[in-house]
């Protein structure tokens, strides 16, 4: 058997919904698996992608052991070839992790035969990568909303909403991003950035222009912000080329815009610019958010 999987990146927090909200970006991983029986599951990737990707600790191999795990079958009936293309930029803020994970747990269930169930597949992907927000929204597309033990849920962006996203050469480890953010927070900070989490939600799906206010954030931005001393300056170059809002994407250190088409090119412009003054080589990615998410095609052989 034969499978084509498509995973979306993400972009977690956007602002104030730390580990909460999710936004699918229309850049995608692509996984073709086929059943290899008696042969254990090897993977097969690009000739310039990071070597770290080469071995058993490869995120796709992990996803679809835990899926193979979570349906029983055994050692000798889950050999497969994942053959995997990235385009995910790595460890630079976009669900790169989560979207191996939840394509490897859906090669997994696609193979043998299981119903692909979203939250089933969140589930896995959750336990096994930890971020529900990425994960969520690369299983679902458009804004996922995730509850603590709880359910999931996708909000449709608004159509004229693009993406604008500064991507630095530097990488960041999540768990370093982690470290620095408060496991605590005074009852002004925890309302200030609740209401602007429900503000995004309506944002995002209705009035763009609420965006501005809708992505400011007090519990993790600013204490990141020593990691990644260029946020603030491409956040407010990104808002004064006309962005609707600005947060980091993320742990980062990437940057996240959200614009208008008619104002992309010129926020791209003013990341680029505000990142070069800074001192910070990389570069600016355009896409129009995902209003869909994973996609699962089975060849016929």
């Not at 412009?269 to 089975?298: F, S, W």
């Amino acid at each position: 058997m034969r499978v084509g999987i498509v995973v979306p990146a993400s972009s977690g927090n956007v602002g104030p919904g730390f580990d909460v909200l999710g936004l699918a970006l229309d850049i995608t991983n692509e996984v073709i698996a086929e059943t290899a029986p008696g042969q254990g599951v090897s993977v097969v990737l690009g000739e310039n992608d990071d070597p770290s990707l080469h071995t058993r600790n490869n995120m796709v191999v992990r996803g679809y052991e835990s899926g193979c795990d979570e349906l029983g079958i055994g050692e000798d009936a889950r050999g497969a070839v994942l053959t995997c293309t990235n385009r995910i930029p790595l460890q630079r803020g976009l669900g790169s992790s989560a979207a191996a994970a939840v394509s490897g747990v859906l090669a997994a269930l696609a193979l043998h035969g299981t119903p692909e169930d979203p939250d089933q597949v969140i589930d896995i992907a959750t336990e096994l990568e930890g971020h529900p927000d990425n994960v969520a929204a690369s299983v679902l597309g458009g804004l996922a909303v995730c509850t603590s033990n709880g359910p999931r849920a996708m909000v449709m962006p608004h159509p004229g909403l693009r993406a604008v996203v500064f991507v630095p050469e530097q990488k960041l480890a999540t768990s370093e991003a982690r470290a620095v953010v408060p496991t605590e927070f005074s009852r002004a900070d925890a309302v200030y950035n609740l209401g602007r989490a429900a503000l995004l939600v309506y944002a995002i799906a209705s009035e763009p222009r609420l965006l501005s206010t809708a992505m400011e954030d007090r519990w993790h931005q600013p204490q990141r912000t020593p990691l990644i001393p260029h946020l603030p300056a491409l956040m407010a170059a990104a808002r004064g080329a006309g962005a609707f809002g600005a947060a980091l994407s993320g742990a980062g250190p990437s940057v996240l815009a959200l614009a208008g088409g008619d104002t992309a090119a010129a926020v791209g412009d003013a990341m680029a610019n505000a990142a070069k003054a800074a001192g910070v080589p990389g570069e600016v990615l355009h896409c129009a958010l995902r209003h869909r998410g994973a996609t699962v095609e089975i060849f016929s052989t």
